[in-house]
């Protein structure tokens, strides 16, 4: 699947995937219904000692931003993309808000991370082999614009893709999810670093670079620049922590 040459040959797979996750999350909605009962212990709001952990994490949803333009370019009508991808994003925000929360009320502090080793039975194994499902499908999508970069940056013609190069990556990051015992931590690493940069510094960056500043409200401005400080701050705080605790810690 990750020799595709197209977004669009891969949409069929992507639709499976979707479906395979749906699937597995109705399943633990189910579970947990099934696993509720009423909880007297009380359960903590936030725990500021993992607060950059959390916060790293939550960041390390931005990697999926090299796949808008990619998208956008294979739609058949473009100027409806941002409209949809709103829509998107509202959507598996709030599924994720309400996951979590039924999570908790269904097991209370003894909730894991993730909440599948809650499961027990038939049913857990079979909400795994469905998130693993997804996640195998969902591999070709995501690296489609790394292949892309990354052959432009090694190969002579990226215009011929090399097989052999694209199963080489493949293996590599099998390797690195391998090789990393804490894979929370291994996120986390990337997210403070890579998906910070990718997030908040160069985006902002390019913004106050392509328009000239006289032609921005000042509001713009404060935010670009906030945002830059905010992400250079974070990223080193939270590249320190994670590298700490994935090398020195661990």
């Known amino acids: 699947l990750v020799q595709a040459r197209e977004m669009k040959t891969l949409s069929p797979f992507s639709l499976i995937a979707d479906c395979a996750n749906l699937v597995g999350l109705s399943a633990v909605f189910f579970q947990d219904f099934e696993s509720y009962r009423y909880h007297h212990e009380s359960i903590n709001a936030i725990d500021w000692s993992s607060f950059i952990y ?137 997210g403070a670093s890579i998906c910070t940069l990718l997030g908040f510094i160069i985006p902002c960056y390019f913004h106050l670079q392509v328009f000239d500043w006289k032609e921005l409200p000042y509001w713009q401005i404060a935010l670009d620049s906030f945002l830059i400080v905010f992400g250079l701050i974070f990223g080193y705080l939270g590249t320190w922590d994670s590298f700490k605790n994935i090398f020195l810690d661990g």
């Not at 370019?73 to 929360?101: D, H, N, Q, W, Y």
């Not at 990556?169 to 931590?185: K, Q, R, S, W």
């Open 54 to 190: 959390v916060t790293a994490i939550s960041i390390y949803a931005l990697e999926g931003v090299g796949l808008i333009l990619p998208l956008e370019s294979s739609c058949k009508e473009r100027e409806a993309f941002p409209s949809l991808l709103k829509k998107v994003i509202f959507g598996i925000t709030s599924l994720m808000i309400t996951f979590g929360t039924c999570g908790y009320i269904a097991y209370g502090s003894a909730t894991e991370a993730p909440v599948t080793l809650n499961l027990e039975g038939g049913l857990a194994n079979f909400v795994k082999l469905s998130l693993c499902l997804a996640l195998y499908l969902t591999y070709p999508v995501m690296m489609f614009p790394v292949n892309e970069v990354i052959e432009d940056m090694f190969l002579r013609d990226a215009s011929k893709p090399s097989r052999l190069f694209r199963l080489s990556v493949v293996f590599f990051t099998a390797l690195v999810a391998y090789a990393i015992p804490d894979f929370g931590e291994f996120l986390s690493l990337v």
